[in-house]
């Protein structure tokens, strides 16, 4: 990977959990903005461009994990993002599959953690250089 900062939007609505998260993805070197609700991350994606979206499935306010994730790519077409849950849901697995979403589930493993994220990174900005897309 190179040299570049990359700028991580983390979403879920446990406080103790987003602060973890937001720390050990410091540690690694990324920019990470954590929020605790569907609201916050609507707002902070109208206001910031993020190279990646990590939201947990299930959120207040009525709102998913999905939704998030598609207003994340309708401002930043495809933007990669990775749904983390607690619940092995076949449904939202297939979901997620057919949006091309990894998922990770609680409690995360954090070297998978890491590991998804570096990998997602690195293969959606090697393809966005080379010319391949998405």
Sequence with gaps: ???RKY???VVDDEPSVL???RLLLEREGYLATAVESSREAFAALRENKYDLTLCDLSLEEQHTGFEVIEEARRRQPGMPCIL???YA???AAER???QRVPVLYKPIDVKDFLNTI???LRETYAEAKT???R
């Design 1 to 3: 990977m190179s040299k």
């Design 7 to 9: 700028k991580l939007l």
């Design 19 to 21: 602060f973890t998260y």
């Design 84 to 86: 983390l849950t607690g």
């Design 89 to 91: 849901a076949v449904d």
């Design 96 to 98: 997620a599959s057919q």
């Design 118 to 120: 570096a990998t997602v």
């Design 131 to 133: 010319g391949s897309g």
